[in-house]
């Protein structure tokens, strides 16, 4: 039953009979086969098949998957319980999006590590939709955002202010602009409406890469305050160039280390 509860998870994230077996490893027939077994020892349809690999879900599926995904939880509670004399380390999977993943989240990990010698941790960086939908998939514990998504179940607070400057050359006709989903990429559209610019535009969907360019003379950009290196010139732009930075997170976190996890990472933002 596991296994085949492995496979609709996959199937029902893809979306895709083929996407699902590539993910799992197995061929294309041996998923509709687990399919097909699972919907009949449950008696109900999981899937509607709109073309050969194209499919939606039923209501019978999301109520499946939801459950699932608390069941996964529980499912790894268990082993970590089982395994505590042999293994006696919790993973604890945090996911930021790329601001907070390079400038912030590197302070915070010197408070966690010493606090929690007996966890493993492990780090992912995504944009903000991405951070947000490994959260909501119980792909990750806990996650830093840099937009004010809707998040639905998912708790999300505010916890730190992020200032964004005007950085580089502004003789230079080039902007160096991130990604459309990226957190800065609304303040860089605004900016250009605000001074009527009609820019020549390279998108470079990294803080990094961006920071190496502006320090060899190469375009301009609207960037992070705390990006910024001694060899990039830059100045400041209205109150309205302040965004905030939010910590987001499951509502039901069963695993004791974790609970006390997030209740250190919420203090730790409250303080500052």
Known sequence: MFKLLKTFRAVYETKNFSKAAERLF???????NQIKQLEEELD????????RQEISTTKQADILYHHLLNLSDDWEDTLQALGTQATPRETCKIVASNTFAVYYLPELMAQLIPEFPHVSFVLEMENSEEVLDKIEKHQAHFGFIEKPLITGTIIREEILADELVHAGDPSE?????REENSGVFHYTE??????????????????EMIVRCLE??????????????????????????QRSFYFIKGQH????????????????YRKK
């Open 44 to 51: 109900i349809q999981l899937f509607d098949r709109n073309g």
């Open 173 to 177: 006709a080039l902007w160096l602009v």
């Open 190 to 207: 605004r900016y250009f409406l605000e001074h009527n610019i009609t820019p020549q535009t390279m998108i470079v969907k990294n803080n």
């Open 216 to 241: 060899r003379g190469v375009g301009q950009s609207i960037l992070s305050k705390r990006a910024l290196t001694e060899k990039i010139k830059w100045h400041s732009l209205s109150q309205e160039y």
């Open 26 to 32: 197995i061929s294309q027939p041996a998923v509709s």
């Open 253 to 268: 976190i069963e695993s004791i280390q974790l609970r006390e996890i997030d209740l250190f990472i919420t203090s730790y």
